[in-house]
């Protein structure tokens, strides 16, 4: 994996681009000085636990011939008031059309937050990370 960050313009533009010249941006807090103009990036990881664990739960339900008409993630996330601010807990809540049989989506959900999904593995060492489904 490659990526490159580089600074656009004021103290806190940023460009985060893939080697498939995929670009996020990426901003600051006004608190310190940032314009709020893109994710920050604590907001990159929750993010990338509900991209990991939706793409393994997508996964799971495809080889099974299911696939959902609307699927959803809401992520509630709480830091730590210290430095470092780290994630003390992460919770996704999980909204998918009812044509797909609970069962089989619960297993699926449990399948990736317990064995498959990366970034669940790396956060879990230090957050409290849940799940449901609505």
């Known amino acids: 994996m490659e990526l490159q960050l580089k600074k656009t313009g004021d103290i806190f533009d940023l460009e985060l681009t893939n080697s498939r010249d995929h670009m996020l941006k990426i901003n600051a807090s006004p608190d310190i000085g940032g314009k709020d103009e893109g994710f920050r990036p604590m907001e990159l990881v929750a993010g990338s636990l509900a991209g990991c664990s939706s793409i393994d739960i997508l996964q ?42 609970r069962d089989k989506l619960l297993r699926a959900i449990s399948l990736s937050m317990e064995k498959y999904c990366s970034v669940t593995k790396i956060l879990e060492p230090t957050c409290i990370i849940t799940h449901s489904l609505a």
């Open 60 to 101: 799971i339900l495809n080889k099974q011939k299911i696939s959902p008409a609307s699927f959803e993630v809401k992520v509630n996330a709480t830091r730590k008031d210290e430095v470092p601010a780290i994630f003390e807990r992460i919770h996704l809540e999980f909204f998918v059309s009812e044509e797909v049989p």
